[in-house]
T-cell receptor, first 108, second 112 residues
């Protein structure tokens, strides 16, 4: 089946630092999505990308849909404590295929 | 803002028992999904449902699983005879004709 490799697996950063994570796939997707999940809750959509090369921002979050349609990155600028959680990329061709997640921890 | 809701939030059951997990998708959505997430792992696709039939299912979705849209609002996942390895968070999701799926808060299923 389709696999998404997401890195890094975990990040420990200071408040105020910028964060960058990415996903790569061996398959092409029509849509890339970035979700955040907090403990005991469902994934919450952060950013959706619909076109190859698209760069989209949502507040402090910026994500890009790779030109090859096989990768995407998410950047978070000036991190704050509420950014803590697990971030998942997901590629969509009808169903969603999720990445393995990046666990973000912010050190006060 | 409309959201996907799921009940119950937690379910504990004995191995071999049947469970039904319920979802109320967003009202104007047409495509419905179930996913599961085993503790500490990624979210995995189970099944998609459109126009009152299954449109795609994964290898996880075997004969023990079934889905139903019994009325205009509910979307259910039934596990006929639960196994220990069915313990997981189960997420329902829905979308319109656009691509973006919205997830419910999940049902945590524990099989003893």
């Amino acid at each position: 089946g389709q696999q998404l490799n997401q890195s890094p697996q975990s990040m420990f950063i200071q408040e105020g630092e910028d964060v960058s994570m990415n996903c790569t796939s061996s398959s092409i997707f029509n849509t890339w999505l970035w979700y955040k999940q907090e403990p005991g809750e469902g994934p919450v959509l952060l950013i959706a990308l619909y076109k190859a090369g698209e760069l989209t921002s949502n507040g402090r979050l910026t994500a890009q849909f790779g030109i090859t349609r096989k990768d995407s990155f998410l950047n978070i600028s000036a991190s704050i404590p509420s950014d803590v959680g697990i971030y998942f990329c997901a590629g969509q061709k009808r169903k969603l295929t999720f990445g393995t997640g990046t666990r973000l921890t912010i050190i006060p | 803002e409309p959201e996907v809701t799921q009940t119950p939030s937690h379910q504990v059951t004995q191995m071999g028992q049947e469970v039904i997990l319920r979802c109320v998708p967003i009202s104007n959505h047409l495509y419905f999904y179930w996913y599961r997430q085993i503790l500490g792992q990624k979210v995995e696709f189970l099944v998609s449902f459109y126009n009152n039939e299954i449109s795609e299912k994964s290898e996880i979705f075997d004969d023990q699983f079934s889905v139903e849209r019994p009325d205009g609002s509910n979307f259910t996942l039934k596990i006929r005879s639960t196994k220990l390895e069915d313990s997981a968070m189960y997420f329902c999701a829905s979308r319109t004709a656009q691509e973006t799926q919205y997830f419910g808060p999940g049902t945590r299923l524990l099989v003893l």
